[in-house]
Antibody, heavy 121, light 108 residues
Framework: QVQLQESGPGLVKPSQTLSLTCTVS??????????WSWIRQHPGKGLEWIGY???????YYNPSLKSRVTISVDTSKNQFSLKLSSVTAADTAVYYC?????????????WGQGTLVTVSS | EIVLTQSPGTLSLSPGERATLSCRAS???????LAWYQQKPGQAPRLLIY???SRATGIPDRFSGSGSGTDFTLTISRLEPEDFAVYYC?????????FGQGTRLEIK
């Protein structure tokens, strides 16, 4: 059973960089057929895709966030990470890491529990 | 970017009734790339349907998906108390992912 767990600061100051890590257990990030993704949900709102990475390092980002987002992968630790720069209060949200299946169909089959990140001074 | 519009925004029904949720895309979506999720308060979303009509592992057969092109539907044949939640559709296209804004299914 694959499990994903987000970790990182729950409070970030405005203009700083939000950094989160997702640790994957029960499966290898290096196995093909999956993208590893970050998705966020503003309080009481819907889901917003941030971006995803393949184990090789190829990345794809939401155009609306692309200028501020970096997703990286560390296959030796079975982890992938999110950095979101120049944050404002509008970046306050629950951040989920997730696995996207890309064989034959494309769906998000495993999610982390989510971590609330608040942007405030 | 493909925009997904879900309707209705809120659906009020009673246990035992049939629920029909709609997801309309701003341009054609491959059926292989349309999925549905259920989210309960304080929880991560759960995959229900992928490839427009295939049930995910462990999902009861009262959940079914259908549709093609720009119009997709999630049907819950007989509502159980645990089905009252928010439902999202999601598409993948041109290396990008978008979600609908969600339909809240509430107890009448």
């Amino acid at each position: 059973q694959v499990q994903l767990q987000e970790s990182g600061p729950g409070l970030v100051k405005p203009s700083q960089t939000l950094s989160l890590t997702c640790t994957v257990s029960g499966g290898s990030i290096s196995s093909g057929g999956y993208y590893w993704s970050w998705i966020r949900q503003h309080p009481g709102k819907g889901l917003e895709w941030i971006g995803y990475i393949y184990y090789s390092g190829s990345t794809y980002y939401n155009p609306s966030l692309k200028s501020r987002v970096t997703i990286s992968v560390d296959t030796s630790k079975n982890q992938f990470s999110l950095k979101l720069s120049s944050v404002t209060a509008a970046d306050t949200a629950v951040y989920y890491c997730a696995r996207i299946v890309v064989v034959a169909a494309t769906q998000i089959d495993y999610w982390g529990q989510g971590t609330l990140v608040t942007v405030s001074s | 970017e493909i925009v997904l519009t879900q309707s209705p925004g809120t659906l009020s029904l009673s246990p035992g009734e049939r629920a029909t949720l709609s997801c309309r895309a701003s341009q054609s979506v491959s059926s292989s790339y349309l999925a549905w999720y259920q989210q309960k308060p304080g929880q991560a979303p759960r995959l229900l349907i992928y490839g427009a009509s295939s049930r995910a592992t462990g999902i009861p057969d009262r959940f079914s998906g259908s549709g093609s092109g720009t119009d997709f539907t999630l049907t819950i044949s007989r509502l159980e108390p645990e089905d009252f939640a928010v439902y999202y559709c999601q598409q993948y296209g041109s290396s990008s992912i978008t979600f609908g804004q969600g339909t809240r299914l509430e107890i009448k």
